[in-house]
């Protein structure tokens, strides 16, 4: 078991995507985020099981290059959105 907050391991991010696989789904996941932000019950539900159950507090700090600074989950999931770096970890 993983320990609440810690992101999910290369397997376990393979089978969240999965119905993410084509654009359109994506976009859709995407779009909601955008629309509902991350007060969004459905949003914040995703936000968790991404991260074992609990959403991370800022500040988020990701393997980009460059850019390694995200103020919380919220701001660094929606930077994946838009770059549509969906792998991207924490």
Do not use: W
């Not at 393997?63 to 924490?90: A, D, Q």
């Amino acid at each position: 078991a993983q320990q609440p907050g810690t992101p999910l391991s290369d397997q376990e991010y393979h089978k969240f995507f999965k119905f993410l696989r084509t654009n359109t789904q994506a976009s859709t996941a995407c779009h909601l985020r955008e629309l509902y932000g991350c007060k969004n019950l459905l949003v914040q539900r995703l936000d968790k099981y991404e991260n074992h159950g609990v959403i991370p507090p800022g500040p988020i700090c990701s393997e980009l290059p460059g850019n390694p600074f995200f103020h919380n989950f919220c701001t660094f999931s929606l930077y994946r959105c838009i770059m549509k770096k969906y792998f991207l970890k924490v």
